[in-house]
């Protein structure tokens, strides 16, 4: 099973149209299409809208928590969507093999980062690694033992003079300015990240719902673990007319 999450809920303070309306709404998106366009999976697909999120992480922690083993083991995977329309975003990838942060997921997570990386590499567009701390809803699922992987486009975090020359937009601002705050409104966003984002993440599940390579390999930290990417190649774009 792949199982694909956003968290739905906001802080406080603001609507959060783009933490995380964003991620929900670019999932829920992806669902839609799959069920109009007739999709049919390989492998089952799961879509969660998680709560409490930014309680500390209660939703997805509560549906780890009552996983049997059995289950756990059939969770394949856990795709994340946190925040994906920042306004003066940069296209991050979870690094999931820890080469860029020095924090590796559960074994097979470097796979599924290697899924986002070749896909932005073939549309022409830069992508930089973020750190695979745990922050957001994927944490209960690697806590497990499940690899993960996801994308964002930055937060509280300053965009620096490089990404800016990259990414455009503005140096020394905030990613999003309206992080956490009641400013986060629609006015929050843009409508072309979510539009890249949403295509790589519609992108990634499709390659995972279609797969017949195991995520994670079955040679714990061999070199067989990262062959396997090579096979998860999705050939054609069911999502396009
Ligand atoms: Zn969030």
């Known amino acids: 099973m792949v199982l694909v999450g956003a968290h739905l809920d906001s802080v406080s303070e603001g609507p959060g149209i783009q933490d995380n309306g964003s991620g929900s709404a670019g999932i829920l998106e992806i669902a839609l299409k799959m069920a109009a366009l007739g999709t049919e999976p390989r492998n089952k697909v799961r879509f969660a809208w998680w709560g409490a999120e930014e309680a500390g992480l209660l939703g997805s922690q509560y549906y780890v928590d009552q996983l049997t083993p059995r289950e756990i083991k059939n969770i394949a995977l856990n795709l994340n969507f ?29 796979n599924i980062e290697q899924v986002f990386l070749d896909y932005f590499t073939g549309q022409d567009l830069a992508s930089d690694p973020t750190a695979f ?7 209960p699922f690697i806590g497990v033992g499940i690899p993960a992987g996801g994308l964002f486009t930055g937060a509280e975090d300053i965009k620096t003079a490089e990404e800016a020359a990259i990414y455009g937009e503005t140096a020394g601002v905030a990613y999003d300015p309206c992080y956490h705050l009641a400013c ?12 890249q984002m949403s295509d790589a993440a519609a992108h990634a599940i499709l390659t995972f ?17 990262m062959k396997s990417a090579e096979t998860l190649e999705y050939q054609g774009n069911k999502l396009r007319r």
């Open 82 to 110: 946190d925040m994906i329309g920042s306004p003066n975003f940069v296209r991050f990838v979870y690094d999931g093999d820890g080469d860029a942060t020095g924090t590796a997921g559960p074994n097979g997570s470097g």
């Open 133 to 139: 701390d745990g922050r957001s809803d994927y944490g």
């Open 209 to 225: 719902a279609m797969t017949t390579s195991s995520v994670n390999g079955t040679d714990k930290g061999s070199d067989k673990a």
């Open 184 to 195: 986060d409104t629609v006015d929050n966003f843009s409508f072309e990240a979510l539009d």
